[in-house]
């Protein structure tokens, strides 16, 4: 099974604060060449993404206050990692987390990447090692680069490899079949109580004859809660996927919260972030699903209040042990602000989650979406015009 490595981080947010999380639920446009799902046109897709970049570093519409800024799995050619931790480094605000999910690369590029941050990559890289010596250097590999700009400003670097293929991914012949990672990274913040977790969406069901994903990550939260009474405060599931409302990603998250079988109290009341890529996906050899419906996932005792609007509605996955925030499928960025801590007190707000803006992509650049257009869709502005 994966192996989870705990990263201590020094990672700082205020007590009295809660989370800003930007999610960044953009469209990809894949082919597939050469066994390899890449980005079909790098340079307009990063004509979409850099301006989110450049309004994080710049401050627009609060966006600075932005703790964790997360894009979905397979969005980010490769071309521009360096331009993307260059901007980060000389321009982001200290205690940002940036989660992005990069094109398949081959297997030599992954351990080119361990390699060049192999200072917070270590056993990754030991794990790796082994399977290099007999491994082909052109296997594809999906992966996540996690960047901690951490309180002194300094840049840390954790690359992740999905550790379960989708069907296109998988292939008879082991060197076009997508390497499988071996490890998962849990981030301990030593400045805060505060501790969170990435997956590639596959990685959030999978599951073999010895145990699954789901139930390493719950051990190992249990394990926390247990001995510093701490829990996994967010789990962040990042997706290119067809099918984000598939059975077995609805049983996997009613098990995951629903304490079915064993206590989960290191789990329970954290948020799993699903951020999907948006509706106008196209996968070279995907025919059907639809993609979108990004999610945030609580337990039922953090409960949100019902609404159903224009480009959001609440529900509890048809009786399930959860309260959940689902968005649209159209290309937006969710601004949401997260409560790190379970509180019922009626004195205090109970609502543990707060949208702060939805935008949408148009003309080239981003627009803040007015309240009518929330609640009614964007057509209702332009309707009330004379």
């Known amino acids: 099974m994966v192996k ?64 964790f800024v997360v894009f979905p799995e397979a969005s980010i050619p490769f071309r521009y990692k360096d331009e993307i931790l260059q901007l980060i480094e000389s321009r982001f605000p200290p205690n940002t987390v940036v989660i992005f999910g990069f094109e398949h690369i081959l297997f030599s590029q992954y351990c080119q990447l361990l390699n060049e941050y192999l200072a917070f990559n270590e056993e990754a890289c030991e794990l790796v090692c082994k399977e290099r010596e007999s491994g082909e250097e052109d296997q594809p590999v999906n992966c996540c680069m996690i960047a901690v700009k951490d309180d002194s ?23 076009h079949d997508l390497y499988k990672g071996r490890h998962l990274y849990l981030f301990r913040s030593s400045l805060s109580p505060l501790n969170f977790m990435a997956l590639i969406c596959l990685d ?11 139930i390493a990550i719950i051990r190992k939260a249990n394990e926390i809660f247990y001995k510093e009474r701490q829990q996994l405060d967010f789990l962040f599931v990042i997706q290119s996927n067809p099918k984000p409302e ?44 639809t993609f979108g419906y990004s999610s945030i996932v609580v337990h039922k005792d953090r409960r949100l209040p019902l609404t159903a609007v224009a480009e959001y ?18 290309t937006r960025l969710y601004f949401v602000e997260l409560a790190l801590f379970h509180s019922r007190d009626p004195r205090t707000t109970r609502t543990p989650l707060k949208i702060l803006g939805i935008f949408c992509w148009e003309e080239e650049k981003w627009r803040k979406l007015q309240g009518e257009e929330i609640i009614s869709g964007m057509g209702a502005t332009l309707e009330e015009e004379p």
């Open 204 to 214: 959030y069901i999978y599951r073999d004859r010895h145990g699954s994903n789901a």
């Open 246 to 289: 598939h059975r077995v990603f609805v049983d996997t998250t009613v098990g995951f919260y629903g304490e079915h079988l064993i206590f989960a109290p290191g789990v329970k009341y954290g948020a799993t972030l699903f951020l999907n890529s948006s509706g106008e996906t196209l996968i070279e050899g995907v025919t059907s699903g």
């Open 4 to 67: 989870i490595v705990e990263k201590s981080i020094s990672f700082r947010i205020p007590l009295e604060e809660d989370c800003p999380i930007l999610l960044a639920q953009v469209p990809n446009i894949i082919r597939h060449h050469h066994f390899l799902y890449q980005v079909a046109d790098p340079d307009r897709k990063w004509a979409m993404v850099r301006p989110i970049l450049e309004m994080v570093a710049a401050g627009e519409s609060g966006f600075n206050r932005a703790r």
């Open 153 to 175: 400003g300094r840049l840390q670097c954790y690359v992740e490899a999905k550790t379960h293929p989708f069907i296109g991914e998988e292939f008879l012949d082991q060197p």
């Open 313 to 330: 509605s609440t529900d509890d996955l048809n009786g399930g042990p959860v309260s959940r925030l689902r968005f649209g499928a159209e």
